[in-house]
């Protein structure tokens, strides 16, 4: 193999930048020529494929986003799209692709895998931390500190004025956000995809809990209750007692300088992704897992969501009142 490409696809996340650094310096310390394909599957069909040098990736291991630029693809979900990035990778001869994204970025792989039989290899970016076959995705780490630190600035508020808040974080299927930024700031309550919500019972362990000066609800965006404007509309109108603000944190999270966790974990998957592809190690998406690398088939690594961490759950409720 002599020609390798990087490209960035999905939502952005903190890190991706260090992963593109560690892939680019890899591959030329190993002698490869290392593209940077921009747009993720969009640039790829458009041929937006340019040879990257080590002075590329200079300086960016700090910066949040991704200087590849990154898109969500509908035209690659045709075969003809398909078939077009294909003519383009081709045309560069690049053979071999790492992809950095979540799992409509892995799912894509797969089948461009099994068309056209260019070797892939994924590694996990996304805030969300939703991908079977890793403990920790890019991204993830500096997305609860983000959201932690603004839920610290909420708590001196919510503490002056004897106030509940609802704090809308994003994940769009999984509770890993509000879970970790939840514990982190010692959050009341969290709301989350993967646990039943029941207002009532909210409110009930509210007010068994009366000596609290403030309470704070993380809100997992894909929560069964709803958005905070609405949650916080139905409780106000169940319990006017409560004077009750909200706040969307959204898209905040994806940005901002990445965590040292990010930088290095970020670090040492482009590394690996590097060593995978020369080795033939191919189709796989490589996670971290229990202090060591995990490879885990495209396929796999689309078709399983993880489940929420119990021990992690059960940290939260323990210790929020
Ligand atoms: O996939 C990551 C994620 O951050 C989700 O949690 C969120 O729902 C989504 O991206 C929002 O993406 P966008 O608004 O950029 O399309």
Redo the contacts with the bound molecule.
Sequence with gaps: MKNIAVFTS????SGMNACIRAIVRAGLQKGLKVFGIYNGYEGMIEGKIVALDSSFVEHIIHRGGTVLKSA?SKRFLTVDGRKQAYDQLKAKGIEGVIAIG?D?TFKGAAEFYKEHGIPFVGLPG???N?LFGTDITIGYDT?INTAMEAIDKVRDTASSHGRLFFVEV????VGY?ALGSGIASGAEDIFIPETHTDLEQVYENLKNCPQKDSYIIVVS??DEAGNVKDISAAFKQAHPEYDIRFLVL??L??GGNPTAGDRILASRLGIEAVNALISDNHNVMIGWQKGNFSYTPLEKAVKHHIDINKELLDILKTLSY
């Design positions: 999905g939502g952005d996340a969500r979540g409509g996304t805030i969300d939703d997305a994003m994940g769009r299927d956000i965006e894909g959204g898209h999270l994806r």
